[in-house]
């Protein structure tokens, strides 16, 4: 599982967001601009999946039932082959794009680096940028579940077509796209006129960015409605994933429901008055452990999580402090496949910590919290 070869990996950025919000304009900016990188680029008519719902599977797809019958590992089979090919012919180009098609549920592509071995073991998901009309946005994310998905996943989104939309508007359309994901960092643009740095080579997805934000801070930031919702424990008890699961990667799992959410809005950019919302199904929890983890706790406990809880978790990631380990050891997840590895060594003016985030539905804050401060060295 402890695999440190990550930074030969060729960069994959995933590029989402709904119909007709800018991916296109997107791609052309980054294909035109003269940055000296060459990018191999898929656009992906792969996806009318996902419309109607998510068990709806395409022809090309792949996909791991468990033994209780959760579909929730996917595979594009598709997409693997183009992958591979390209892979065969490496050095030709510095970074993969996929751009996915504007209903496709973005994690299909996403663990696609994760579960596939071979592709697993020379790209890496890099980031994956969502980009959102400011116009519609609002009302899509009433209408279209892919598109409020899509805002979950998101690493980056391009808060577009502010042309469009006066800046109360903007505020009120960013402070939804907080209530849904407070860990993204968000940019506002015309056209995506985007410094391309800021959307490609993210490296492990700007994790040291999201992981600073405070726990106590963005529940500080979050009022104006009250977080306690309850909500049920389903008690699944699925997937099988891990050896069995066929997927032959790691999974980190871990386990539990929890929910509770931070709509808040703020972030590193603060644009004055956003408004904070709160939305009704999809929920963040940020975890923290102020000194190191023991790792013989650590990886049954995530790899317990991402099987009996890994449907809930649209996106999970952390950096952790190894008891003994002088390297980081950073991982992020789809549902319930996970990757990681050790990475760079902490610095020694950094202070080591351990900090974990999840972005989905029915988090069980508590039973997390609890899971992951049981894992302290
Ligand atoms: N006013 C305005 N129009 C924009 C902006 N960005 C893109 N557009 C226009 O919006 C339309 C859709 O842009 P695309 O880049 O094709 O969007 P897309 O997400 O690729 O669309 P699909 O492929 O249909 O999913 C085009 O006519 C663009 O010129 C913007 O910032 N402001």
Redesign the pocket.
Known sequence: MLDAQTSSKTPVTVLT????????????RILSEPHGKRYAVIVNEFGEIGIDNELVVGADEEVFEMNNGCICCTVRGDLIRILEGLMKRKGKFDAIIV?T??LADPAPVAQTFFIDEEVGRKARLDAVVT?ADAKWLSERLKDAPEAKNQIAFADVILL?????VTGDELDEVEGRIRAINPYARVIR????DVPLDAVLDKGAFDLDRILALEPAFLEAESHDHDHAHGHDHHGHDHHEHGPDCGCGHDHAAGEDHGHEHHDHGHGEHSHGGLKHYHDEDMQSVALEIPGDVDPAKFMPWVNDLAQTEGQHFLRWKGILAFKGEPRRFVFQGVHMILDGDLQREWKPDETRRSKMVFIGKELDEPKLRQGFEACAA
């Open positions: 967001g709904y119909l007709g919000a800018g991916k296109t304009t997107l791609l052309n751009e098609t504007g980009v577009n077509k502010v042309d469009l643009t015309t056209k995506c």
